[in-house]
């Protein structure tokens, strides 16, 4: 039986380090790993391999056989086992022992026993280490987590650092565009990038949309390559782990960065888009051969713009073929509702004909008529029944009878020399547009395909009123020329009188002497007669119309009128006032002149008395002065030999050659408003046997 410690003892066994070397629990509890301390006075340490303790307060306390615990092995402190046996009745405290204070019993629960004595699971009561048990044992997972954590901060340094290692490094593996920059560092990689697309950066981009393809110039498609964007997406630090497991693993295709001016891109895009459009094609209705068809509507498509912009910036540079644009479908404004509707009208058109009632006859149009007759034209989403008035009419005049009366358009006339105005009678017609208003509607009707038309008068083009206010009632200027002694020559200008006579010049209009006169041919009363003809006299059709030309032009001349057009012969005829005459030649040369007065100007021209006159009716508006300079730089003829010409004729010559001015002036109310000069220089007659020169007629 051993004693109790002295102060100067310890009071537990020395604690061995590490986990195994835990002491014993008391019976009932689970092992701290701490030896419990003991209360003052209370017996020494067991003897060592004891299997019993000895109860608080009862030093050198012999085993009580009753009371005996079960031996328990010792355990790590931090297992978790569950207690096997029971524990002794604490025994009653030796009265030789020193005095103790009594320690509060803590129970499995942590909880205090008011009572002071000590109670473990099991109830002991008298165990001292009982309130260091269960949960409350100290543990060691403040170490293992620090020892965690301080592996973590390592791991994340040895991460930090790798990123650090790749980031101005392009991952293995990783291509742009085809273009192969893996394992670059930045500026070599950019640099790869901007030699390998920038050729293929200024090609031409072919779009597609549907069967159609067109390009776009990528810059003004306002596309940029940014190859330095590209790299930075794939180089520089980061923390993201994408990064480093390319970096280990390698990396793949990356599409470029595009820089996009979307302002350009938007015009280049509706710029194509407008060429790769497929207009919708609107139902039709005709008739072939007198009967309907009809042509089947059919859906355009038209490019999406903002779609399509975003589909050329995806597939730049990284797609070879053409870019399929995104389109959507174009209704046709006529559809198959429309083409049905309108061929059932046509259909109704050609069920039976349709008669007119007009005049007090009654024609039939057949089917036939009506089909040519009919069209359909697109008018607000729908097809519309067209009827052509014009052929309508034409179709129930030629089946009636002098159904309609021509005008008579009033003309001047002259009776004892002076003029009147006859005929003026009005017309009847039909009016094309009443015809299909009346038509079209019988032509539709299942049941009323009767049609009922007025006839309506019709104006002359020249009533006798329009002729009145023209204010045709005095001579205003008349000028005459000898006739020569050649009959075939006057009969020619007898005709030339009666052609021009009556013919009336309105305001404003301009008068031609070639093509009144016209056609100069045997068939219109023309002869044979003497002409000059590139300075050959000779006879021709027409010959001696020159002196219409000039009887006609010194009329007009005299009248005020603007001179348009006029030329003088090339050599002089006496019978002619020198410098103010004029020729004709059917397609090169005319004789014209423009009535610029508010009044009308009627022609008058006749043969009497060995001259021809012609004469201007109308009122009096302008006042004539008319002179010349004379004869100047006279030219002799002389005689010229030709006899080489097998056509030649000898000719006795004609007036010396000479130039002269002609002047005119023009008042109006006592104003100038014409002050004209008219130079011409003409050549000498000569005598020959032959000559040569322009074709001219006289």
């Not at 002196?547 to 010194?554: G, P």
């Amino acid at each position: 039986m051993g004693q109790s410690p002295t102060e100067d003892e310890s009071g537990a066994p020395e604690r061995p380090e590490g986990p195994e070397d835990a002491t014993t629990s008391a019976p009932g509890e689970q092992g701290t790993g701490e030896p419990a301390a003991q209360a003052p006075g209370a017996g020494g340490p067991a003897a060592e391999g004891s299997t019993t303790e000895a109860g608080p307060g009862t030093p050198d306390a012999a085993p009580d056989t009753d009371d005996e615990t079960p031996y328990e092995p010792r355990v790590r402190a931090y297992e978790q086992r569950r207690v096997v046996g029971t524990v002794a009745t604490p025994r009653t405290p030796d009265a030789t022992a020193a005095p103790t204070e009594a320690i509060p019993a803590v129970s499995s629960a942590g909880t205090a026993d008011p009572a002071g004595a000590a109670s473990g699971p099991s109830g002991d009561a008298g165990d001292p280490l009982g309130g260091l048990s269960g949960d409350g044992a100290p543990s060691r997972w403040p170490k293992v987590l620090l020892g965690v954590g301080v592996g973590a901060v390592v791991l994340a340094g040895l991460y930090v650092g790798a990123q650090w290692y790749v980031a101005d490094t392009v991952p293995p593996g990783t291509t742009v565009a085809g273009v192969d920059i893996g394992d670059l560092p930045t500026e070599e990689a950019t640099a790869a990038l901007d030699e390998g697309l920038s050729p293929r950066a200024a090609e031409p981009i072919t779009v597609r949309a549907g069967d159609a393809t067109s390009t776009l110039d990528p810059t003004e498609a306002g596309l940029t390559l940014d190859a330095a964007a590209t790299v930075d997406g794939l180089t520089g630090f980061s923390l993201s782990p994408a990064r480093l497991v390319e970096h280990i693993g390698g990396g793949g295709e990356v599409a470029p960065v595009v820089d996009v001016d979307q302002g350009a891109l938007a015009s280049s895009v509706a710029a194509v888009g407008e060429s790769l459009a497929v207009e919708p094609v609107d139902g039709t209705v005709r008739f072939v051969d007198g009967e309907p068809a009809a042509t089947e509507p059919v859906d355009g498509t038209q490019v999406v713009p903002d779609a399509a912009g975003d589909a050329v910036v995806d597939a730049w540079l990284v797609t070879s073929g053409p870019v399929e644009l995104p389109t959507e479908a174009v209704p046709p404004a006529i559809d198959q509702a429309d083409t049905d509707a309108a061929l059932a009208e046509a259909e109704q058109v050609v069920a039976a004909p349709v008669v007119v009632e007009v005049g007090g006859q009654n024609p039939e149009l057949p089917q036939r008529v009506l089909a040519r007759s009919t069209s359909f034209a697109p008018q607000d989403g729908a097809l519309e029944a067209r009827f052509d008035g014009d052929r309508l009419t034409s179709a129930i005049v030629e089946r009636t009878n002098d159904l309609l009366r021509e005008p008579d358009d009033a003309h001047f006339e002259f009776s004892g020399g002076e003029p009147v105005i006859v005929g003026g009678q009005t017309g009847t017609t039909l009016d094309p547009e009443q015809v299909s208003g009346a038509v079209g509607p019988a032509a539709l009707s299942a049941d009323q395909r009767t049609a009922e038309v007025e006839l309506v008068e019709e104006d002359p083009e020249n009533s006798r009123a329009s002729l009145e206010e023209l204010g045709v009632q005095e001579v205003i200027s008349e000028f005459s020329t000898p006739l020569t002694s050649e009959p075939i020559r006057t009969k020619n200008l007898i005709r030339g009188a009666e052609l021009v006579n009556g013919t009336l010049v309105k305001p404003d209009e301009t008068f031609s002497l070639v093509d009144t006169l016209s056609p100069i041919e045997v068939s219109n009363g023309y002869f044979a007669a003497g002409v000059v003809n590139n300075g050959i006299h000779s006879d021709a059709i027409g010959g001696g119309l020159s002196q219409m030309a000039t009887t006609t032009y010194n009329a007009g001349f005299f009248a005020g009128f603007d001179d348009v057009e006029h030329r003088q012969h090339s050599y002089w005829f006496s019978r002619y006032p020198a410098g103010r005459e004029a020729t004709i030649y059917v397609g090169s040369i005319d004789m014209r002149f423009k009535n610029d007065t508010p009044y009308g100007a009627l022609m008058q021209s006749y043969v009497s008395g060995g001259r021809l006159h012609v004469r201007i009716w109308s009122t009096e508006h302008y006042d004539v002065e008319a002179s010349d300079s004379g004869k100047q730089e006279i030219v002799p003829t002389k005689t010229v030999d030709l006899s080489s010409n097998p056509d030649c004729e000898p000719y006795s010559g004609g007036q010396d050659g000479f130039a002269i001015t002609v002047y005119r002036k023009v008042y109006l109310d006592g104003d100038l408003v014409k002050d004209e000069s008219d130079f011409w220089r003409y050549k000498p007659d000569d005598a020959v046997t032959c000559s040569g020169g322009g074709e001219e007629e006289d």
